[in-house]
């Protein structure tokens, strides 16, 4: 039925058009070649002017209307210390595009009336101009020169890796059909090693629990990071190709199997911050649920986002991982109530390696799971010092890092 | 009128009987002996007016084919809650139906008609069918020659191309679903049966058909180059050939130097899924397995396959912007701007597209430091396409502008250039590409500035070159509608996808109810769908156009309806084999002398007058 419909709509549609098409051709014939061409001239030229000013208007009113979700306006600013100049380096294409863009789209139209075929007009015989055509090689040069330089100078900010002395959080991501894996070093601030053939669903990054930077290692369900201090992501993925993309950030790296990348960026906005910039906006000042009024707003229900970015197979549109971004004594606290995977899911059973025999981490079992009450200020006062003297001496080489 | 026009019928072929020189070719006659009867006039033929028909023709089949399959990943993104049950009968088990009987596509499918409305159009329309036809159509004719250099070659070239879519069309029916893991087939996810059910039989027809595919270009090419580089008649030189000539020979030179390049990755991809290599595949552990390959990088792949994939680009857009020179000099009676900046423009473009290809991979893991030159090259490339746009509304400025529709197209395909090629300053600088890479932007971008554009520059083409192709026009009426509908809607389709891209939606996502972030824009979707609706339904009057043309359209009166000076204008209406029927004309001057003195057009076979000698010699 539905097959028999279609046949008869495109029956219908060749019908139509080919009637239009000999009525036309009828119709230019009773009129004369050239009397058609004339009034094609006349009439197609004009719609042209009619098509750039409502298309050139239409681009403009439409990027305002929407610019509250354009990169470094209304609530969509960048959450990220480097996402600031991204955002600028953003504007600053669109400037000049934007004026070439209009510019062009004005003249090609304009020329395209003012010059239409008239009876008795002919045309200019101009073959080249050789200063014009210097003037409209050089300008556009000095303008890629521009954003070449910015453009570099930006991207290697971007790309630095963090500072011999700077302090900063490490963690892990691992991208696999369908989902994120994220691992955060604990408290030796070493990520243990990984062996791909270790794999099993009770050790889903292949851990080596021989090594025993791997026993106090963190397997969490969410990325919480401290505001205002640089974050080093380490990225892998177990099968396929994933992309890390934190769009609020403007982070996005691929994670790429057998190779290992990072990348390094400084959150500038806590979750709550953010969430305040949004409930100035009216759009984010609905119900999530419409319909019922005691669902949250908007903005109050707003989360940053990991997603992946590059295909992945049929699931690829559901990797999705919240990332929370907090002040520096909720992220302790955060982290303290954290368990080791290893001490958690594997010390003691069949899966581990090291069962019966002593390991370090078997005397601080007990003050790890206290951790929470004693609260926070120990936490600060304990951490940060070894974090950093410990991620020097093991420096995974990395291709980004030749 | 009429009389006029005879009287310059005339006059061509006196020009042509005084000037031309006589190569014998019709005193053998082995050479029509190929078109004796059904098969090998219309089939196996090796004359190049055919194959370019051929070429044409399979190509808009394909076209609609792309078209359909985007319509139907459309609805599943404009109308991801609508029940789809209705298009079971067309789509079968592909059509899940729930407990309720709300039928949905399901997201093997989904990717399956990306992927495959991306090889499509790439590769089957606006290569094959781009190129293929007027690079067929339009060399030996405008460069005075009988046919191509090897006609066998050239009609291997259409049956190797006639293959190759025979197995992507047959993989379109496997019981696993065609190949799903995205046109650029990135390892792992294309080398492991495991990672996707379309990368088992599905992946292997499609390297198949792309290897066939590969063979049918080059054959293409080297003919196209040996043609151009050898056959030229008299007194064409380099710097006399049309815009089209010039286009056309460097698309074959690109497509020569980089799809060897693509069969060698593919190649390395077939031992990884066959033979058990790891080129591309390292410590993988997939459907509760780890594998033994260790050692390998997938951005190996990503370097083969781009060193073809940015070429690609210039080898679609380049034939497009050809004809778009050629056919907006003409139809506004002007030479063309800068004829030798076009030609430079031309080659600066060629070359630095093998320059550029890592633009594609800022964020796949590559050192940084390598990406800073492919910034600086990829943004120089605008440079040369800026020179291109300037000199296109420089020709228009000061013409006498005919409005039919293969002119309406040339101008559509200025616009539309304009507009994908500032999207792409955007994105070839790395640091802002971090956010845009993925995303629909890129998608807006390429569709634009490759996929759009090079649609115009091939319309204008169609509508320009009909007559020579078929002796009859194509309806001017239903042309323009196309046109309009198809400007309008091309940007009503693309135009949204910025701010979808610059919003951080990634592409490639089945549905986007996952995040937060991506859900706001259901009704974005919906428009760009129901546009993509209309734009294809314009496209079916084309179709019907052109094929209801080819027997009823309006008759080609004259030899030169459009009052051009290139050779191909100077063959009989019916233009049989070996194109002149009697000498071989030859050439005086360049393409372009429109308007020139008190005269309207100067053929390229006319000698030059004692007055421009003088001139000549005082310049």
Not at chain 1, 43 to 57: A, D, E, H, K, P
Not at chain 2, 268 to 279: A, E, K, Q
Not at chain 2, 425 to 449: E, K, M, P, R, W
Not at chain 2, 550 to 569: C, D, Q, R
């Amino acid at each position: 039925m539905i097959i028999l419909l279609t046949f008869l709509c495109l029956a219908l549609l060749v019908i139509v058009v080919i009637q239009i098409g000999r009525v036309s051709e009828m119709a230019g014939l009773i009129r004369g070649e050239e009397d058609v061409q004339n009034d094609s001239n006349y009439w197609n030229s004009r719609l042209g002017m009619v098509f750039m000013v409502l298309f050139v208007l239409g681009c403009i009113v439409s990027a305002i209307y929407y610019k509250n979700y354009m990169l470094g306006y209304g609530p969509h600013e960048a959450a990220s210390v480097h996402g600031v100049a991204m955002d600028q380096l953003f504007n600053m294409t669109l400037f000049f595009t934007g004026i070439v863009f209009v510019v062009t789209q004005i003249v090609l139209f304009w020329f395209a009336y003012k010059y239409r075929g008239v009876e008795g007009k002919r045309a200019l015989h101009i073959s080249h101009d050789n200063r014009l055509e210097i003037v409209w090689t050089a300008i556009p040069a000095v303008v890629m020169a521009i954003l070449v330089v910015f453009g570099l100078n930006t991207w290697n900010e971007i790309m630095q890796d963090v500072g011999p002395d700077e302090e900063y959080v490490e963690f892990e991501m691992t991208g696999y059909q369908f989902g994120w894996i994220a691992r955060y070093p604990g408290e030796d601030g070493v990520l243990g090693t990984r062996d791909f053939r270790q794999t099993s669903g009770v050790n889903p990054l292949g851990q080596v629990w021989e090594d025993p930077a791997n026993h106090d290692d963190l397997h969490t369900n969410e990325i919480v990071l401290p505001v205002n201090k640089k974050a080093k992501v380490r990225l892998t993925a177990r099968d396929v190709l994933h992309s890390f993309f934190l769009p609020h950030f403007r982070v996005k790296l691929d994670c790429v199997p057998g190779t290992p990348t990072f990348f390094v960026f400084t959150p500038s906005k806590t979750t709550e911050e953010y969430r305040e910039e949004l409930s100035k906006y009216p759009e984010y000042q609905v119900r999530e649920d419409p319909n019922d009024p005691s669902s949250p707003r908007l903005w109050e229900s707003f989360n940053y986002e990991l997603a992946c970015a590059e295909l992945c197979g049929t699931g690829h549109g559901s990797m999705r991982m919240v990332v929370r971004v907090v002040e520096e004594h909720e992220y302790k606290a955060w982290l303290s109530n954290q368990s080791s995977y290893y001490l958690n899911s594997i010390r003691g059973t069949d899966n581990d390696p090291l069962k019966g025999k002593e390991i370090e981490l078997d005397s601080n079992e007990e003050v790890g799971g206290q951790d929470d009450e004693i609260g926070s200020e120990e936490a600060e006062s304990n951490e940060p010092g070894e974090d950093v003297d410990a991620e020097e001496e093991e420096e995974i080489p990395s291709d980004l890092e030749d | 009128m009429a009389q006029t026009q005879v009287a310059v019928k005339d006059a061509t072929d006196q020009l042509i009987e005084k000037y031309g020189f006589d190569d014998h070719f019709h005193d053998h006659h082995d050479g029509d002996k190929y078109q004796t009867n059904f098969i090998t006039h219309y089939i196996f033929s090796m004359d190049h007016k055919m194959i370019a028909k051929q070429f044409l023709t399979t190509g808009i089949f394909w076209a609609i084919i792309g078209g359909l399959l985007s319509l139907i990943f459309r609805l599943q993104l404009g109308f991801p809650e609508e029940n789809m049950a209705w298009l079971k009968p067309f789509l079968g088990k592909w059509v899940v139906l729930n407990d309720a009987g709300i039928g949905s596509i399901s997201p093997e499918f989904y990717y399956a008609m990306v992927t495959m409305h991306g090889t499509i159009l790439v590769f089957f329309v606006l290569t094959a069918g781009l190129s293929g036809t007027f690079a067929n159509l339009l060399i030996p004719l405008q460069i005075g020659a009988r046919d191509m250099a090897s006609p066998f070659l050239n009609m291997l070239s259409y049956w190797f191309f006639f293959l190759a879519g025979l197995v992507l069309f047959f993989s379109l029916f496997l019981s696993t679903g065609a190949f799903s893991g995205g046109w650029v087939a990135y390892p792992p996810l294309s080398a492991l049966p495991q990672a996707s059910s379309g990368s088992g039989a599905g992946m292997t027809m499609w390297l198949l058909s792309l290897t066939l595919f590969v063979v049918s270009v080059l054959l293409g090419g080297i003919n196209y180059v040996t043609t151009i580089l050898n056959l030229r008649t008299r007194g064409l030189s380099m710097w006399r050939l049309p815009l089209t000539i010039w286009a056309l020979l460097v698309t074959a030179i690109l497509g020569l130097l980089s799809f060897p390049v693509l069969v060698s990755g593919f190649l390395l991809l077939f031992f990884d899924r066959s033979v058990g290599t790891s080129f591309y595949l390292s410590e993988i552990f997939i459907g509760g397995q780890a594998l033994d390959h260790v050692g390998g990088s997938p951005i190996l792949y990503q370097h083969l396959f781009w060193f073809l994939g940015h070429p690609e680009v210039y080898i679609i857009i380049l034939p497009a912007m050809g004809i778009v020179s050629e056919v907006l000099a003409i139809h506004s009676r002007k030479p063309i701007f800068g004829y030798k900046a076009m030609v430079f423009s031309i080659l600066a473009i060629g070359f630095l597209s093998f320059l550029v290809w890592a633009h594609h991979m800022f964020v796949s893991g590559i050192n940084p430091y390598m990406a800073m030159i492919f910034v600086l090259f990829t943004l120089i490339i605008a440079v040369p396409s800026a020179v291109k746009v300037f000199n296109w509304l420089a020709t228009l400025y000061g013409g006498s502008i005919r409005f039919n529709s293969a002119n309406l197209y040339a101008i559509g395909f200025v616009s539309m250039f304009i507009s994908g090629g500032l999207t792409g300053i955007f994105l070839g600088n790395s640091a802002i590409d971090i956010q845009l890479h993925d995303t629909y932007f890129v998608v807006a971008h390429f569709h634009i500035v490759m996929g759009v554009a090079a649609f115009f520059g091939m319309f204008a083409g169609v509508y320009h070159w009909y007559p020579k192709m078929y002796g009859r026009f194509m309806n001017e009426f239903l042309g323009k509608i196309h046109f309009w509908v198809t400007l309008v809607g091309a940007y009503l389709i693309f135009w949204p996808m910025h701010y979808l891209g610059i919003a951080g939606v990634p592409r490639r996502y089945y549905s986007f109810d996952s995040f937060e972030t991506f859900s706001h824009f259901s009704g974005m979707n919906q428009f760009i769908t129901v546009s993509a609706i209309l734009v294809f339904v314009a496209q079916l009057v084309f179709v019907i156009n052109f094929f209801y043309s080819i027997w009823y359209g309006k008759k080609m009166k004259v030899k030169n309806p459009y009052g051009a000076t290139s050779l191909e204008w100077t063959t009989p209406i019916k233009t049989g084999h070996g194109n002149w029927p009697g000498k071989i004309p030859t050439v005086h001057r360049w393409a372009y002398d429109y308007s020139k003195g008190d005269r309207d057009f100067i053929p390229q076979i006319e000698p030059l007058s004692e007055e421009e000698k003088e001139n000549m010699a005082s310049h």
